[in-house]
């Protein structure tokens, strides 16, 4: 299970900026939800509509423990594709692989952008019609090559914050 480090904190820094004057009835489903720090940001903020999931049933379990509605999926595996959600949160596994952490919880594919990429190619079927998601990602995750597949895939992209952390520098996007 992942455990909050500095992408997580910066993701939810711009969550609390963005959800500022949105209504408190809308649909948000923090997806590869981890520990639940973007859905404890969310709920903090007097969000309930809330649904958490992760590939790892412990944090499935934690999340549940906290409260919140979790359910066990690889991306949008066990989502309905009837659901639909006003503002998905993804903080991706985004780090190219290497052979001293294959984790799925870090390692995004061999290059590192692979499963943003299929995020991209997901999302919009479980997205209102003027629904929103916030992704996170990487200076290792190859930007130029996941900001071409989502502007081909008809997203636009928004830049809402970044944060330079040792030998990268962390995004996080705004995709409408």
Not at 84 to 92: A, E, G, S, T, V
């Amino acid at each position: 299970m992942y455990t909050p480090l500095k992408d997580s904190y910066l993701l939810s820094e711009t969550l609390k900026i963005f959800l500022k004057n949105k209504d408190k009835r809308i649909k948000i489903l923090d997806l590869g939800t981890g520990s639940g720090i973007l859905a404890e940001t969310c709920r903090e903020l007097g969000f309930k509509n809330i649904l958490t999931t992760d590939i790892n049933k412990e944090a499935v379990k934690l999340l549940r423990k906290k409260g919140f509605r979790a359910r066990k999926s690889d991306l949008f595996s066990n989502i309905n594709i009837e659901k639909k959600f006003d503002l998905i949160i993804f903080n991706p596994p985004y780090l190219p692989e290497d052979k001293y952490d294959k984790e799925k919880d870090t390692t995004g594919g061999k290059k590192g952008y692979e499963t943003i990429l299929k995020f991209l190619k997901q999302a919009k079927k479980h997205l209102e019609k003027d629904g929103e998601s916030l992704l996170l990602f990487s200076s290792l995750s190859f930007p130029e090559i996941i900001k071409k597949q989502a502007k081909k895939l008809g997203y636009k992209m928004k830049l809402l914050n970044k944060k330079r952390i040792f030998f990268e520098e962390l995004y996080v996007y705004l995709l409408q």
